[in-house]
C-alpha cells in the first residue's frame, strides 16, 4: 500500500516538470534552428551577442527544467528503493524470530527475503524511468493533436486530375489547430487559361488565401472545387501533381537543383525538368553552376542567392505542367530579366490550358492575368476584370495601376480576355 501510494504521487507530482521539461527544450530548439537559418542576417546586424544571450537563457531555463524534473524523479525513486530496503530487512528480521522460535527454518526466511526483494525491483526501476515515460504520453498527446483533424484514409476511388474549373465558394480558413478565423467570405470561379492576381494591403489575408487553395491550409467553412470535386477527394501525392505553389518563403531541399525541380521524383524525367527550367528562365543560370542540374544547393539552398532559390521554385512549380498554379510574391527577388521571364512563363501556361493566381505587391507581377481579387481586412472585396476593378481600389490598397490601366475616374476600356459584371463582395 505505501509503494502504491508513492507511484501515485510520483504520477501527479513529475508530470509538471516533465511537461515544462519538454516546453523549454522546444524553445531551445527553435532559438537555435532561427538563428541558424538565418545566420546571414544575424551576421549583418550584429545580433550575435544578442542571440547568443538569448540562447544562454534559454539553455539555463532548460536545465533548471531538467534538474527538477530529475530532482522529483529522484526524489520518489530514492524513497521507493529505501522503503524495499527497509522491507526487505523487516522480512528478514521477522524470518529469523520465527527460524528462532522453530517456526519455519532458515532456509525458508532466505528465501522469502529473495522473493520480497525480486518482487519490489521491477517496481523500483519503473519509478526510476517514470520521467522518460511521462515525457514519452506527453509527446504523444501533442502528436495526437497536431495530427487531429487529418484524413488518414485516401480516397477509395481516385477520380482524373482536374483539367477545367476552380471554384471557391464562401471559405472560411485559419491556421492549422488555431480557432479564429484569418480570411472569411471569398468567392469566385476560375477556368482553365484564366489568370488572376490578387492583392490587398500586407496583413489582409493574401496569403492565408493561396495557403487554403493549395490545402496547406483547413478550409472551416466553404468548400474549394476543382472540376467539381473538393479537395480531399484526391490522395494529397495525386493531387500535389496538380497542383504548382511558389510561397512567399522559397524552401529548397539538400539535393540537386533537378531533384528540387522535379520534387524529388522517384522516376527522374530529364525534358520535364530542363522544360520547366526554361520556362522560368533559370536553365541558363543553372548550366553556368561548375555541376549543372547536378549542383547541391545544401541545407534550404543555403549554396544559391535569393534570387536563384526563388526562380528555382518557380521552376518547380511550373514543373510537369499543373493544373493549378499559385504563385505568391513570385517577383520578390526577381531582376528585371526575372520579372519578364515570370511574365512569358505565366502566359505560357495560361496558354497551355492551367490557371495561374499570382498574389502580387508590384503591378509588373500582375500585367500577364486579366481577373483581380482584392483581399481587405480578411475579407474579400472585390473581384473582376482588372480593368474595372484596380482603378476603384489602387488608392485604398497602395497598389499604383500598372502600365495601361485606365486612372481612376476615367471609363474603363472593355476587359480583352474575359467580359462579365463586376462582382463585389460587401464587408462582413
Do not use: C
Not at 521491477?122 to 487531429?148: N, S, Y
Not at 522560368?280 to 555541376?291: F, M, P
Amino acid at each position: 500500500m505505501i509503494i502504491l501510494s508513492l507511484v501515485l504521487a510520483n504520477e501527479f507530482m513529475s508530470r509538471a516538470p516533465a511537461k515544462e521539461l519538454a516546453a523549454q527544450n522546444a524553445q531551445r530548439s527553435n532559438t537555435r534552428t532561427g538563428a541558424r537559418r538565418n545566420a546571414e542576417v544575424v551576421r549583418a546586424l550584429g545580433m550575435s551577442s544578442t542571440l547568443t544571450n538569448k540562447w544562454d537563457e534559454a539553455n539555463a531555463r532548460f536545465y533548471d527544467a531538467q534538474t527538477k524534473a530529475g530532482d522529483r524523479a529522484s526524489l520518489f525513486a530514492t524513497a521507493i528503493k529505501a522503503f524495499r530496503f527497509l522491507l526487505g530487512s523487516a522480512v528478514l528480521a521477522v524470518g529469523a524470530w520465527l527460524a528462532i522460535l522453530q517456526e519455519v527454518s532458515p532456509g525458508v526466511m532466505i528465501a522469502a527475503s529473495i522473493i520480497t526483494s525480486r518482487a519490489l525491483s521491477p517496481v523500483e526501476q519503473a519509478v526510476g524511468q517514470w520521467r522518460v515515460f511521462i515525457a514519452a504520453r506527453q509527446a504523444r498527446a501533442r502528436l495526437e493533436k497536431a495530427l487531429e483533424g487529418l484524413d488518414e484514409s485516401a480516397p477509395e476511388t481516385e477520380l482524373p486530375l482536374p483539367s477545367k474549373t476552380l471554384n471557391v465558394q464562401q471559405i472560411a480558413t485559419a491556421p492549422p489547430g488555431a480557432r479564429a478565423v484569418t480570411l472569411a467570405g471569398v468567392n469566385f470561379e476560375l477556368k482553365a487559361g484564366d489568370g488572376m492576381g490578387i492583392i490587398g494591403p500586407s496583413g489582409s489575408g493574401k496569403t492565408s488565401l493561396v495557403r487554403a487553395l493549395v490545402g496547406v491550409w483547413p478550409i472551416h467553412r466553404g468548400s474549394v472545387r476543382l472540376d467539381g470535386a473538393e479537395l480531399g477527394q484526391w490522395s494529397e501525392d495525386r493531387l500535389g501533381t496538380a497542383i504548382g505553389y511558389l510561397p512567399q518563403d522559397v524552401e529548397l531541399f539538400d539535393g540537386t537543383i533537378a531533384e528540387n525541380i522535379s520534387r524529388f521524383a522517384p522516376e527522374r524525367n530529364d525534358e520535364k525538368i530542363l522544360e520547366a527550367a526554361q520556362l522560368a528562365n533559370v536553365h541558363e543560370l543553372v548550366t553556368g553552376l561548375t555541376d549543372g542540374y547536378d549542383t547541391q544547393v545544401g541545407e534550404g539552398g543555403a549554396l544559391l542567392s535569393a534570387g536563384q532559390r526563388q526562380r528555382i521554385g518557380l521552376a518547380r512549380a511550373l514543373y510537369d505542367s499543373p493544373f493549378l498554379i499559385v504563385l505568391d510574391e513570385p517577383n520578390s527577388n526577381l531582376d528585371a530579366e526575372g520579372e519578364a521571364a515570370l511574365t512569358r512563363a505565366i502566359k505560357l501556361m495560361r496558354q497551355n490550358g492551367s490557371i495561374v493566381i499570382v498574389v502580387a505587391h508590384r503591378p509588373s507581377a500582375i500585367s500577364a492575368v486579366e481577373l483581380l481579387l482584392v483581399v481587405k481586412d480578411g475579407q474579400q472585396a472585390a473581384f473582376g476584370p482588372k480593368e474595372e476593378v484596380l482603378p476603384k481600389i489602387s488608392a485604398p490598397t497602395g497598389v499604383p495601376a500598372p502600365a495601361g490601366a485606365p486612372a481612376p475616374g476615367t471609363k474603363p476600356a472593355p476587359a480583352a480576355a474575359k467580359t462579365g459584371p463586376l462582382s463585389v463582395v460587401p464587408h462582413a
